[in-house]
């Protein structure tokens, strides 16, 4: 079957389910539904959808994962990741497009010389040498596809777009601010970052002196107003390493609030995957979002 067939000019809704939500507040009477989308970009891959249920348009919400280098990893990555997250956003008036990054799940195949765009792609390359700063602009890249084809399906709102990112979709959601998308009005981040954890070791970076350079590149161009939220038993991008990215950012000129939560579990890096924590992170979220509008 050709690839056209496949991907035809709007998504195909692969699952679709309605969710009632509980009363017990306001917001939480908004009604939802969860589809699996299969989006025709020029890089395609699947994405979970959550939106109120209705025509819309919504304001859109973007959630970014995280990358692992293992491709046995990759093949078991979850086709719906941060479902709980996605679904608080849902209730408060978002369509919320959670995209699967190509190379995870059932296409967790590499071909190298497809660099950055490749099956798996957004590399860092080598700890020696590490590209930092273009892996995370390959990963915005898809926002600003997904953002534009939503638009174009008159599905969202095109200038009220939030971004979220985790981990290394953190990183992406760095990198996306440093180009100022005129949709883009607020990011939200999550233990942003990229070369956490070299060989499974907690606390052991990848070229942690050239990931602060990064960010403070990044800085020097970004106005978007950004929430960063990291935990302090995070063993990818601890608290020392954190604060030397913001501080790098916001003296480049990098407008971003950062805050530290307290340690979460056995591992703080996956806080917001958790919906434990949910009413942990919710109302630093909430006051912020409330601030751009």
């Not at 195949?109 to 930092?132: M, Q, W, Y």
Request: proline content about 9%; overall charge positive.
């Amino acid at each position: 079957m050709r690839l056209a067939a496949i991907f035809r000019p709007i998504a195909i809704v692969l699952l679709f389910l309605a969710v009632f939500a509980a009363p017990a507040r306001a917001e939480e009477d908004i009604r939802i539904q969860e589809e699996i989308w299969a989006l025709p970009l020029p890089l395609p891959m699947f994405a979970y959808l959550v939106r109120p249920v209705g025509d819309g348009p919504f304001p859109l919400v973007i959630m970014n994962h995280g990358v692992s280098l293992n491709p046995t990893d990759r093949s078991f990555f979850p086709l719906v990741e941060f479902r709980d997250a996605a679904k608080w956003f849902a209730r408060r008036g978002y369509l919320v497009v959670a995209p699967v990054g190509s190379g995870y799940g059932a296409q967790a195949i590499d071909i190298p010389d497809r660099a950055l765009f490749g099956p798996f792609f957004s590399k860092v390359g080598k700890c020696t040498n590490p590209n930092f700063h273009d892996a995370g602009l390959a990963v915005a890249q898809v926002d600003l596809w997904i953002i534009d084809y939503m638009a174009a399906e008159k599905r969202i709102i095109p200038r009220d777009v939030i971004v979220v990112g985790q981990s290394a979709g953190g990183w992406a959601s760095i990198a996306l601010s440093s180009v100022n998308p005129p949709q883009v009005k607020a990011i939200i981040t999550f233990a942003a970052g990229r070369g956490g954890r070299v060989g499974g070791k907690p606390n052991n970076n990848c070229a942690p002196d050239k990931l602060v350079e990064a960010t403070a590149d990044f800085g020097r161009t970004s106005r978007v107003p950004m929430l960063w939220i990291y935990i302090e038993n995070d063993t990818f991008f601890g608290p020392d390493l954190s604060k030397r990215m913001h501080a790098a950012f916001t003296a480049a000129g990098g407008k971003a609030e950062y805050h530290l939560m307290p340690p979460f579990g056995n591992e703080g890096h996956f806080f917001i995957g958790s919906a434990d924590a949910i009413p942990l992170w919710s109302p630093l979220v909430t006051k912020f979002i409330n601030a751009q509008k």
